[in-house]
């Protein structure tokens, strides 16, 4: 059998006989010659195909598409004329299927890319986000497990809200009625009482009733939580762990940076420098200053706060202590300061806005029900979690990772869609 190897292989050998498979990424010729730029999930390549050594076959050579699928062998070489400089001159072509015309092209609208978006997965774009993405999330799981963390699948279908009841998604659960995750923190808080830290990567679901280009009603958290952590040493956590990340991309996503225009000049002060770092109340009266954004306290910040805040920093933000009347109910009051709740948030520069949200949790009982009770929850739902504190409860923190957001932010997104293979909005739910 024939011993085919990646385009990125067959570059690197550099000179001699190949065999390569893929599809066809652009084509061109004449009567006489057939330029293949031939792709698969490494790299792209030009292969040169002559009529003359492919007289039988030239019917079906010249019918090839964009898209068709082929397998060949031939010599490659060094040729700085084509795309990626390497050239194969082919002495055999297997046509594996032609494909029928190809229904995008580099004017498609942006409707017609979302319509066939499991054609347009293939572009180079796309192939080269995807690849950052799994970076991130390879990335994500290696900080933690280096650190002795267990992984931790939570249960998507849940009985209660995390995040707010007015982005639930309801479910018909038998003769009940559930809901899709809006993040794993409960479960996952129950967990470390077993093995003490734990991540989870994981789909959460949000029914934001907002079609911007942040927001996805599906999309993918990375959370951690850890007993005995407290707020400093989760602030140090996050910082680390996004200089990780990035550092971990620069490092192996060199071409994929390339392919996406992305100035990692951009990137390169994350890893180098330390973060800046501001209370709430610090961010309002810089705002105030700088852009005269005049900010009630006790409001929550916007998407514009946040990218005007993100503009005067080159390293992301790390915003702590926001009005607790704001704040998710597991998030605590700070002993020294009632209004506020010990948490963070991580702003990215460059306008990309939050890409973590963490705190310390709540262990006061009474203090838990009286907010929820206050958000008209059902508290016999929650009792599963009051039990967490009942039995052995000790200071813990937790942060959760939007790697949609992460992902738009290295990669220098226009929109978040882009961030995630098959994007789930208000409008958009097929393919």
């Keep these: 059998m024939t011993k085919y190897i990646s385009i990125k292989e067959a570059m690197k050998k550099g000179s001699g006989k190949v065999a390569v498979r893929g599809w066809v990424y652009r084509e061109r010729g004449s009567n006489k010659m057939k330029f293949i730029v031939l792709r698969d999930s490494s790299d792209i390549i030009q292969c040169v195909v002559k009529r003359e050594e492919f007289d039988k076959q030239w019917g079906e050579i010249d019918g090839l598409k964009i898209e068709s699928s082929v397998e060949l062998e031939g010599t490659i070489k060094k040729d700085e004329r084509a795309p990626t400089g390497y050239e194969i001159s082919?002495?055999?072509?297997?046509?594996?299927?032609?494909?029928?015309?190809?229904?995008?092209?580099?004017?498609?609208?942006?409707?017609?890319?979302?319509?066939?978006?499991?054609?347009?997965?293939?572009?180079?774009?796309?192939?080269?986000?995807?690849?950052?993405?799994?970076?991130?999330?390879?990335?994500?799981?290696?900080?933690?497990?280096?650190?002795?963390?267990?992984?931790?699948?939570?249960?998507?279908?849940?009985p209660t809200q995390c995040e707010g009841g007015s982005t639930l998604f309801s479910v018909n659960y038998y003769d009940k009625k559930l809901y899709l995750a809006q993040t794993g923190q409960l479960y996952t808080e129950a967990y470390i009482y077993a093995l003490e830290k734990t991540f989870v990567v994981s789909p959460t679901f949000r029914a934001e009733k907002s079609n911007t280009s942040r927001h996805l009603s599906e999309f993918w958290m990375?959370?951690?939580?850890?007993?005995?952590?407290?707020?400093?040493?989760?602030?140090?956590?996050?910082e680390k762990l996004v200089k990780f990340i990035i550092g971990d991309v620069l490092k192996k996503n060199k071409s994929d940076l390339e392919i996406l225009e992305r100035d990692v000049s951009k990137l390169e002060p994350i890893v180098k420098k330390p973060f800046n770092r501001m209370t709430?109340?610090?961010?309002?009266?810089?705002?105030?200053?700088?852009?005269?954004?005049?900010?009630?306290?006790?409001?929550?910040?916007?998407?514009?706060?946040?990218?005007?805040?993100?503009?005067?920093?080159?390293?992301?933000?790390?915003?702590?202590?926001?009005?607790?009347?704001v704040m998710a109910f597991y998030k605590p009051k700070d002993p020294q300061d009632s209004k506020v709740a010990v948490c963070l948030d991580v702003i990215a520069p460059e306008g990309y806005c939050e890409i973590i949200g963490g705190s310390e949790r709540d262990l006061d009982i009474e203090?838990?029900?009286?907010?929820?009770?206050?958000?008209?929850?059902?508290?016999?739902?929650?009792?599963?979690?009051?039990?967490?504190?009942?039995?052995?409860?000790?200071?813990?923190?937790?942060?959760?990772?939007?790697?949609?957001?992460?992902?738009?932010?290295?990669?220098?997104?226009?929109?978040?869609?882009?961030?995630?293979?098959?994007?789930?909005?208000?409008?958009?739910?097929?393919?």
């Design 222 to 238: 990375a959370e951690m939580e850890a007993t005995w952590m407290r707020f400093p040493e989760l602030v140090e956590d996050v």
């Design 280 to 325: 709430y109340t610090e961010v309002l009266e810089f705002l105030k200053k700088e852009h005269k954004m005049d900010v009630k306290w006790g409001k929550d910040l916007r998407t514009v706060e946040e990218q005007k805040l993100s503009q005067h920093f080159d390293v992301p933000t790390i915003v702590t202590h926001y009005p607790k009347e």
């Design 90 to 158: 082919v002495s055999k072509i297997n046509v594996v299927q032609i494909a029928e015309d190809y229904p995008l092209n580099k004017d498609s609208t942006e409707e017609a890319l979302a319509d066939k978006r499991h054609l347009a997965l293939r572009s180079r774009k796309m192939t080269a986000i995807m690849k950052i993405r799994h970076t991130v999330l390879a990335a994500f799981r290696e900080y933690y497990s280096k650190q002795d963390y267990y992984e931790f699948s939570p249960p998507i279908l849940q």
């Design 367 to 431: 203090e838990l029900k009286k907010v929820l009770s206050k958000d008209g929850e059902d508290l016999s739902g929650y009792e599963f979690y009051f039990d967490t504190r009942r039995y052995g409860s000790v200071p813990h923190c937790g942060h959760g990772m939007g790697v949609e957001r992460v992902v738009s932010w290295i990669c220098g997104l226009d929109t978040i869609k882009d961030a995630i293979p098959f994007p789930r909005t208000m409008r958009r739910f097929n393919p």
